[in-house]
């Protein structure tokens, strides 16, 4: 008696190359990605182009003119506006003025920033008021705080200078904006009660990030406050401390609102930054050639520490958070 329970393979046919088999599926996902991709990429290319790119041409083009600013540039003087920059002791001061409230920056606003990020992410009775209080100063405009700032401290009649006096230290109040001395230092105070609430923030979203389990490793194994955060904080912190380094630094570079406002770079020129220099020239003396070239030596120290920070500061930031993008596919 024969089985008639032989089980019998169907044969499967490979399909062909080109018949619209699966072979053609991952490439139509393909196209449908980068054409996906190009819709949403060239509407923000070509504003760019608009209004970044093709101004920094514009100004590049027109700093090799002696242009005031009326009709078109005709006046070609080739080189001679970046030169003049280079004999210029007002820009030359503007760069040690710069590099100068960088180094307050980095030096003095960043760390106070982040022991109120520490101390913030702590459990205390009204934090989260603390925080609203520490960061309204930065979500106040540039002009609300330089007007604000120079009623204050203005001579004799201003809060600054009355505080003082009532607790008996009168002597350390005086001409805050208008003593040569002094005003870049006041100009400091300002910026940092503006600007290091957001650097706490900052620095917050990065501490809510840092594993509590490893802080409390740590304890058990007998690991002190400062040993914990030396070995543990700041390590973990180390990607937000650098975006904020970056951050600081480059709105030192375009520093103007605040300036401009409170002192307008006086007393001769001891406040004044590149940004008021080129507003200086470019508006009040109507030489916008010259103040292209101090746009473009601006643009070009920016691009310069951008491309510099990138390529060894966050390089090993940026290549992190790649191979987490290849593994997560």
């Given at each position: 008696m024969t089985s008639t329970g032989t089980h019998h393979e169907?044969?499967?046919?490979?399909?062909?190359?080109?018949?619209?088999?699966?072979?053609?599926r991952p490439l139509a996902r393909r196209a449908r990605d980068w054409l996906t991709a190009?819709?949403?990429?060239?509407?923000?290319?070509?504003?760019?182009?608009l209004l970044v790119f093709t101004p920094i041409l514009y100004?590049?083009?027109?700093?090799?003119?002696?242009?005031?600013?009326?009709?078109?540039?005709?006046?070609?003087?080739?080189?001679?506006?970046?030169?003049?920059?280079?004999?210029?002791?007002?820009?030359?001061?503007?760069?040690?003025?710069?590099?100068?409230?960088?180094?307050l920056s980095v030096g003095i606003q960043l760390p106070f920033a982040l022991a109120m990020a520490v101390l913030l992410n702590q459990k205390l009775r009204g934090r989260a008021f603390y925080r609203m209080l520490f960061f309204a100063p930065y979500v106040l405009s540039e002009v609300i705080t330089g007007v604000l700032f120079s009623m204050i401290f203005a001579p004799d009649e201003g809060l600054?200078?009355?505080?003082?006096g009532a607790i008996g230290l009168d002597g350390l109040g005086g001409l805050w904006f208008a003593d040569q001395d002094n005003v870049l230092a006041t100009v400091f105070l300002v910026m940092m009660w503006k600007y290091f609430g957001f650097h706490m923030m900052l620095y917050l979203?990065?501490?809510?990030?840092?594993?509590?389990?490893?802080?409390?490793?740590?304890?058990?194994?007998?690991?002190?406050?400062?040993?914990?955060?030396?070995?543990?904080?700041?390590?973990?912190?180390?990607?937000?401390?650098?975006?904020?380094?970056?951050l600081s630094v480059i709105g030192a570079i375009q520093?103007?609102?605040l300036v401009w406002v409170m002192t307008q770079g006086g007393p001769d020129h001891h406040s004044e930054t590149m940004?008021?220099?080129?507003?200086?020239?470019?508006?009040?003396?109507?030489?916008?050639?010259?103040?292209?070239?101090?746009?473009?030596?601006?643009?070009?120290?920016?691009?310069?520490?951008?491309?510099?920070?990138?390529?060894?500061?966050?390089?090993?930031?940026?290549?992190?958070a790649l191979t987490s993008m290849r593994g997560n596919r």
């Open positions: 169907r044969p499967v046919l490979a399909e062909k190359p080109g018949t619209g088999g699966p072979n053609r190009f819709t949403f990429t060239v509407p923000a290319l070509v504003l760019f182009g100004a590049l083009y027109v700093s090799f003119f002696n242009w005031g600013g009326f009709g078109a540039p005709s006046d070609f003087v080739g080189a001679d506006n970046y030169t003049r920059l280079l004999d210029d002791p007002v820009f030359l001061g503007d760069l040690w003025r710069g590099l100068l409230l960088i180094l600054a200078d009355r505080t003082l979203a990065g501490l809510q990030g840092v594993p509590a389990e490893l802080h409390e490793a740590a304890r058990i194994d007998g690991a002190g406050p400062w040993q914990r955060f030396r070995h543990i904080t700041l390590p973990l912190l180390g990607p937000t401390i650098r975006i904020s380094v970056f520093l103007f609102d940004a008021v220099t080129l507003f200086q020239f470019g508006f009040k003396r109507y030489q916008i050639g010259y103040a292209s070239a101090i746009s473009i030596a601006m643009f070009l120290i920016s691009l310069v520490f951008a491309l510099a920070y990138q390529r060894f500061v966050l390089r090993r930031d940026t290549e992190g």
